[in-house]
């Protein structure tokens, strides 16, 4: 067992493999059915998502000090700082894959159903973690596809395996998809036979196939050589155009100005500044966002 204490948050297993753990956690319960579904109908002008006074700690280790986010339908929030700062630890705090010891996490007006408090506070209600987790879908730095599985079949298992769909259906979306992100013809490859540029695509397909919501980016050019980080930035841009809803986190400034309607900076677990792009970037107010874009900006 190792504890690392990084942006990645701290992960109390070394094989840990999120893909693997949503999938295993949702394949032991039924399809999303009728009876899975909220007891009342959602504001459909409510944000898609919202984190309310959230704080999130490992032991003794405070990681999220009372973070509050909304993002609204249509909208792209960009989450930046500094390694450790706590970005990924939100973002996977979001669609339940982290249990926080205090405040809310809202999906579409509806509260997260929580028993029991500080390091034992989980979710109580498991139909509601599924619902929520296949209308939040999460795009990983690590790709994380199956090795055994073509690229079509890692984008068709989880409509068909999670939500039941009918495989035809399934497949005939799941190319489209895969046009969509610019690798159509690679359907029948291995992962093995893909660079790192095209299986971050493949993925980015995979959690669009789920037809969610919203989409959670952790890092997803970050583990890519510049050049084939291009390629997924212009799959990201062209999903901002559509107006999907997105909460990113990143190292590209860049990225993020380009990309974002609301930028939040953090710092050691707290909000240190948020705002519109321009503003934040353009006219940064305290001395330690100015040096993180100082340190973080182009040669």
Request: proline share 5%.
């Amino acid at each position: 067992m190792v504890v690392h204490v990084n942006d990645h948050s701290v992960i109390a297993n070394s094989r840990w493999n999120p893909a693997r753990c949503f999938m295993e956690n949702l394949e032991k319960r039924s399809p999303v059915t009728s009876d899975s579904m909220p007891s009342r109908a959602p504001d459909a002008t409510a944000p898609v998502i919202e984190i309310k006074n959230l704080y999130k700690s490992y032991g003794p280790l405070e990681v999220l000090k009372g973070v509050s986010i909304t993002a609204p339908r249509g909208h792209v929030v960009s989450l930046i700082g500094s390694s450790g700062s706590g970005k990924s630890t939100l973002l996977r705090c979001c669609n339940l894959l982290e249990d926080s010891q205090h405040g809310e996490v809202i999906f579409k007006d509806e509260k997260v159903k929580w028993f029991g408090t500080g390091q034992a506070r989980r979710p109580s209600d498991r139909k509601q973690v599924t619902r929520l987790r296949t209308n939040l879908s999460m795009v990983f730095q690590q790709f994380n596809l199956w090795s055994h599985m073509t690229i079509l079949q890692n984008v068709m298992e989880a409509p068909v395996t999670v939500l039941g769909r009918d495989a035809k259906e399934v497949e005939q979306l799941a190319r489209d998809y895969l046009d969509k992100v610019g690798i159509g013809d690679k359907a029948d490859a291995w992962p093995a036979q893909l660079s790192g540029g095209q299986q971050q695509r493949a993925a980015i397909a995979r959690a669009l196939c789920m037809q969610p919501e919203a989409l959670l980016l952790d890092e997803p050019t970050s583990a890519l050589d510049p050049e084939l980080q291009q390629e997924v930035v212009r799959v990201i841009k062209d999903l901002a155009g559509e107006h999907r809803t997105m909460i990113l986190v990143t190292h590209d400034m860049s990225l993020a100005r380009d990309v974002s309607d609301h930028v939040v900076f953090l710092h050691e677990g707290k909000i240190l500044e948020e705002g519109a792009p321009d503003i934040l970037f353009g006219a940064p107010k305290s001395d330690r966002l100015r040096q993180f874009l100082s340190a973080t900006a182009p040669a």
